[in-house]
């Protein structure tokens, strides 16, 4: 492996439009593309491959490959502009590392497929608005949407920060300033704390880690900025309960006080095949939070938060997962098969019976 080979195998990637490049001894590369993954039939890879791979990579991020690095998130660009994600790794003594694609423009809601009301959504003078799913669903994708949208159509100063930059974005109408972890900041909370003193209208920060990072989210919403951010979590309810979780106990009813007053929305992904399993296409949960939803975050009452989702379509432009399912089933967009894989209600089939 040398650094010409490397960088073939990713403009391959790059050019095919896959997802994501594994690395790993003793398989060759792998390419997941359209959801499912592809072995290549270039060589297995050795220790040595894999650990040249982990150095040019680092090397590009200004580090060093040292014994200690067990895991850790880079970047790496091409010469030609394309762009990757990395997360590298320690298995079995050697390394592997997983390359995502980072899209070389950032889409449209229209081009993405995405609910028009994100438009909306992001017409907020301040709060908390979370985008959720489960890895390599689209949580980047959208949060780049949203922030294009501002950045084309409202005079903001935005300061996003991330582990690491994915998404590049040129001023227009906002002026962006972006911020990584580990070469312009020592951590989310630190880069937080600093962001509010930097003359924000909105901040987005790459992901919600740790209690000291959610706290800082909600204290800069709570000041009145408009702050974005991701969870590893499926839905609104799921979403709510894993915020009020990282908090003590005894810090858990004040939180769900705090949570009612700032939460604008949730936005929950899953990406799945169309009809002609060729392309993806989004499964959109959106929760908008009214008085009442207001109401049962406060209370405790999450349980009935699906309900109100479901009955505010008309009103309020919000889909359980469900709802969308059955939306995507009419349009012929997927099929039933992959509606019932997707969907965790047992109410489904009589919902497309109905429908």
Same mark, same amino acid.
């Given at each position: 492996?040398?650094? +010409?080979?490397?960088?073939?195998?990713?403009?391959?990637?790059?050019?095919?439009?896959?997802?994501?490049?594994?690395?790993?001894?003793?398989?060759?590369?792998?390419?997941?593309?359209?959801?499912?993954?592809?072995?290549?039939?270039?060589?297995?890879?050795?220790?040595?491959?894999?650990?040249?791979?982990?150095?040019?990579?680092?090397?590009?991020?200004?580090?060093?490959?040292?014994?200690?690095?067990?895991?850790?998130?880079?970047?790496?660009?091409?010469?030609?502009?394309?762009?990757?994600?990395?997360?590298?790794? +320690?298995?079995?003594?050697?390394?592997?590392?997983?390359?995502?694609?980072?899209?070389?423009?950032?889409?449209?809601?229209?081009?993405?497929?995405?609910?028009?009301?994100?438009?909306?959504?992001?017409?907020?003078?301040?709060?908390?608005?979370?985008?959720?799913?489960?890895?390599?669903?689209?949580?980047?994708?959208?949060?780049?949407?949203?922030?294009?949208?501002?950045?084309?159509?409202?005079?903001?100063?935005?300061?996003?920060?991330?582990?690491?930059?994915?998404?590049?974005?040129?001023?227009?109408?906002?002026?962006?300033?972006?911020?990584?972890?580990?070469?312009?900041?020592?951590?989310?909370?630190?880069?937080?704390?600093?962001?509010?003193?930097?003359?924000?209208?909105?901040?987005?920060?790459?992901?919600?880690?740790?209690?000291?990072?959610?706290?800082?989210?909600?204290?800069?919403?709570?000041?009145?900025?408009?702050?974005?951010?991701?969870?590893?979590?499926?839905?609104?309810?799921?979403?709510?309960?894993?915020?009020?979780?990282?908090?003590?106990?005894?810090?858990?009813?004040?939180?769900?006080?705090?949570?009612?007053?700032?939460?604008?929305?949730?936005?929950?992904?899953?990406?799945?095949?169309?009809?002609?399993?060729?392309?993806?296409?989004?499964?959109?949960?959106?929760?908008?939070?009214?008085?009442?939803?207001?109401?049962?975050?406060?209370?405790?009452?999450?349980?009935?938060?699906?309900?109100?989702?479901?009955?505010?379509?008309?009103?309020?432009?919000?889909?359980?997962?469900?709802?969308?399912?059955?939306?995507?089933?009419? +349009?012929?967009?997927?099929?039933?098969?992959?509606? +019932?894989?997707?969907?965790?209600?047992?109410?489904?089939?009589?919902?497309?019976?109905?429908?």
């Amino acid at each position: 492996m040398d650094a +010409k080979v490397l960088n073939q195998i990713l403009d391959i990637a790059f050019d095919k439009k896959v997802s994501d490049v594994h690395f790993e001894v003793d398989n060759p590369p792998f390419f997941r593309g359209k959801g499912q993954l592809i072995r290549s039939k270039l060589p297995d890879l050795t220790a040595e491959d894999t650990e040249f791979i982990a150095q040019k990579i680092l090397e590009q991020n200004d580090r060093e490959l040292t014994p200690d690095i067990l895991e850790t998130d880079a970047s790496y660009a091409l010469e030609n502009g394309g762009r990757f994600r990395v997360s590298l790794f +320690k298995q079995r003594g050697a390394y592997g590392i997983v390359m995502r694609v980072i899209p070389p423009e950032i889409g449209s809601f229209d081009d993405l497929h995405l609910p028009k009301v994100l438009s909306e959504i992001v017409k907020a003078p301040n709060g908390l608005v979370l985008v959720t799913g489960p890895t390599g669903n689209g949580k980047s994708t959208t949060l780049a949407a949203m922030l294009k949208h501002l950045n084309t159509t409202r005079d903001y100063n935005i300061i996003t920060i991330e582990d690491p930059i994915e998404f590049l974005f040129k001023s227009e109408k906002s002026c962006i300033i972006q911020r990584e972890v580990g070469f312009d900041t020592a951590s989310f909370s630190a880069a937080l704390k600093a962001s509010l003193r930097m003359d924000p209208d909105v901040i987005m920060v790459g992901e919600m880690r740790d209690l000291e990072t959610i706290d800082s989210c909600v204290k800069a919403a709570e000041t009145g900025h408009l702050v974005f951010s991701t969870l590893h979590t499926q839905g609104a309810v799921a979403s709510i309960n894993r915020l009020i979780g990282h908090f003590p106990p005894d810090a858990q009813e004040i939180v769900r006080q705090r949570l009612a007053d700032i939460l604008v929305a949730t936005v929950s992904l899953r990406l799945v095949k169309d009809s002609s399993g060729e392309n993806l296409v989004p499964v959109v949960e959106i929760m908008r939070t009214t008085t009442t939803i207001q109401a049962c975050i406060r209370e405790g009452r999450l349980e009935e938060i699906e309900r109100h989702i479901e009955n505010g379509r008309s009103e309020y432009y919000m889909q359980t997962m469900d709802q969308h399912l059955v939306e995507l089933c009419e +349009k012929k967009i997927i099929t039933v098969d992959i509606a +019932k894989s997707i969907s965790r209600s047992m109410d489904l089939e009589r919902k497309l019976m109905v429908s």
